[in-house]
């Protein structure tokens, strides 16, 4: 059994801190001493290498939090070594078919059930491969891809759905209450939890919790509470 999972489907509250631009291990320490449960370091929306991504998730993983890895959009040849380094969760933009779905869950297992390189197949059973829905065609297909072997996680991307809508932002939206419905549905059905990300407003989220969305929240990125944190200083100065 997986923890983080059975977590999750206990429905405990569980935050997750999303890392652009830090590159050395204080962001995961601040992330712990905060009371994060998860990270999330976000390759698709950074220039971070794979080795600074995988020493992220080392020492998260040392610290007691739960390390994921937001990858490149196709980028599966990265998948093994992230995994054999310290990432424990992978994270895959923009997925639309049960096809793509199956081509990132075996390269995130072992064999017979994927193609990840022996190292340690044990380690199967602790690894979460979270697929990112954000498109209507992903919606669309929101069944079959939640039916694939491998695949644990699903999570709706709010933002780039939007933007697909071309609404951007306006997560109150009725064709977004419907996507998470659908998605949230197909999740049940097989067995796996949905996350809803993009959404920066608690209240709304807790909103979609009757839909069936699990209780991981994604709180900010490092970039944005860095900004926050240096705009409210400086305004303090001002005074």
């Given at each position: 059994?997986?923890?983080?999972?059975?977590?999750?489907r206990a429905?405990?509250?569980t935050?997750?801190?999303?890392?652009?631009?830090?590159?050395?291990?204080?962001?995961?320490?601040?992330?712990?001493?905060?009371?994060?449960?998860?990270i999330m370091?976000?390759?698709?929306?950074?220039?971070m290498?794979?080795?600074?991504?995988?020493?992220?998730?080392?020492?998260?993983?040392?610290?007691?939090?739960?390390?994921?890895?937001?990858?490149?959009?196709?980028?599966?040849g990265?998948?093994?070594?992230?995994?054999?380094?310290?990432?424990q969760?992978?994270?895959?933009?923009r997925?639309?078919?049960?096809?793509?779905?199956?081509?990132?869950a075996?390269a995130?297992?072992?064999?017979?059930?994927?193609?990840?390189?022996?190292v340690a197949?044990?380690?199967?059973?602790?690894?979460?491969?979270?697929?990112?829905?954000e498109?209507?065609?992903?919606?669309?297909?929101?069944?079959e891809?939640?039916?694939?072997?491998?695949?644990?996680m699903?999570?709706?991307?709010?933002?780039?759905?939007?933007?697909?809508?071309g609404?951007p932002?306006?997560?109150?939206?009725?064709?977004?209450?419907?996507?998470?419905?659908?998605?949230?549905?197909?999740?049940?059905?097989?067995?796996?939890?949905l996350?809803v990300?993009g959404?920066?407003?608690?209240?709304?989220?807790?909103?979609?919790?009757s839909?069936?969305?699990c209780?991981l929240?994604?709180?900010?990125?490092?970039?944005?509470?860095?900004y926050?944190?240096?705009?409210?200083?400086?305004?303090r100065?001002?005074?």
């Amino acid at each position: 059994m997986n923890a983080f999972l059975d977590r999750l489907r206990a429905g405990e509250p569980t935050l997750m801190l999303a890392i652009r631009s830090s590159r050395t291990a204080d962001v995961v320490r601040i992330a712990k001493s905060t009371g994060h449960h998860a990270i999330m370091v976000d390759l698709e929306h950074s220039t971070m290498p794979l080795e600074v991504a995988a020493s992220l998730c080392a020492t998260a993983s040392d610290l007691g939090l739960f390390p994921f890895v937001r990858v490149r959009e196709r980028e599966y040849g990265a998948l093994g070594p992230l995994l054999d380094c310290g990432a424990q969760g992978i994270i895959a933009p923009r997925v639309e078919t049960a096809a793509e779905a199956a081509t990132i869950a075996r390269a995130c297992r072992f064999a017979p059930r994927g193609q990840r390189s022996q190292v340690a197949a044990a380690l199967d059973d602790a690894t979460v491969v979270q697929i990112l829905i954000e498109t209507p065609a992903g919606v669309a297909h929101a069944d079959e891809i939640a039916a694939v072997d491998g695949v644990d996680m699903l999570a709706f991307g709010a933002n780039d759905f939007t933007a697909e809508l071309g609404v951007p932002r306006q997560y109150g939206d009725q064709r977004v209450t419907e996507a998470i419905a659908a998605l949230a549905e197909a999740g049940q059905r097989h067995g796996k939890p949905l996350m809803v990300g993009g959404i920066p407003d608690p209240a709304r989220l807790r909103d979609l919790d009757s839909l069936g969305v699990c209780p991981l929240r994604l709180t900010g990125t490092d970039t944005d509470m860095l900004y926050a944190g240096a705009a409210a200083r400086a305004e303090r100065f001002l005074r």
